[in-house]
């Protein structure tokens, strides 16, 4: 890690966000109706419902499990992050489920965190990335933070589509109806 | 309004999201570090503590008064929306101030939506809107909506970019990253 980045990554910082976002999500979606919580932007694309499951499993397999790999000083690559997860494991489970599990494995995790007494030196450390090659913890930490706000962005600009139309002569105005147009 | 957009635009629905907004921007924003609440994109954007105003300025002066000039049958435009009205009226207030006087003001909209006992006949009440021409009752609320999310994903991309270099290689599939590159 080089100095600015360094500069730029503070763990407090990185767990004020991280802390929020079950919060944030619940507060956006719990007991929201259907149309927005499964709605998705098209064949491919994932609803609010799929993404909480897919947070959910990023707390049991990727931030923490790959911090401790690093810590481990293993040589081996991570164990890769399976993208559909969710369909399988969110199953037969309801949002409020969902949104509950998140944030107790969230407050675990952060618990974790803030357990490793990590230093600077420890941001450096590094790990193997089974596709992108040599990362650091702080890196990752960093991408964790990223990660959940890529997620909130998607849950609520996959809702405004669902109004797409509706929205009449001011879409021109609404450039997020036209993110990732498929 | 065609039966399409009757058909997509449910007032509860809309409800729904409305009433939401205040209490998922809170827990996003509600004592984070100033790292992240006067991060912008680059000039002339606007951080996360600006588009607390700039919501709090449309509550005043954009939805239920222009919903009130509809139902009223004015024949003569909206008044134009200032964009910038938060830069000279958030002066001096802290952003738990914001996030307050935007939950009470919202609060209170809703009420005065719920009170104006719309039906369907009403979402297709015509306004003149200052650059776009013709608009209907039901749009001005469907665009209510999407222009919270909107700010919800400003929000969320502008503290992203916060970590764009800390990310390291995760910036390939961080694509939230290059949303609105400047």
Avoid: C
């Avoid at 897919?54 to 931030?63: N, P, R, Y």
């Avoid at 499990?65 to 494991?89: C, N, V, Y």
């Amino acid at each position: 890690m080089t100095a600015v980045e360094a500069d730029e990554f503070k763990l407090d910082d990185a767990i004020a966000v991280l802390e929020r976002t079950p919060a944030a999500l619940g507060a956006m979606l719990a007991g929201l109706p259907e149309t927005w919580v499964r709605a998705t932007e098209g064949e491919g694309t994932w609803s609010p419902y799929d993404v909480i499951g897919h947070l959910i499993h990023g707390e049991h397999t990727d931030w923490i499990p790959r911090a401790r790999h690093i810590l481990a000083g293993e040589t081996r690559a991570f164990e890769p992050f399976d993208r559909m997860a969710q369909f399988r494991e969110s199953q037969g489970k309801s949002l409020s489920e969902l949104l509950t599990t998140f944030a107790d494995l969230r407050r675990e995790n952060l618990d974790a965190l803030i357990g490793m007494n990590l230093t600077e030196a420890d941001f450096a450390r590094r790990g193997l990335h089974p596709e992108l090659g040599e990362v650091t913890l702080g890196q990752l930490l960093a991408t964790w933070v990223v990660h959940d706000l890529d997620h909130v962005v998607q849950v609520a600009r996959t809702m405004a589509k669902v109004y797409k139309d509706a929205t009449g002569p001011w879409s021109a105005y609404l450039s997020i109806l036209r993110d990732r147009q498929k």
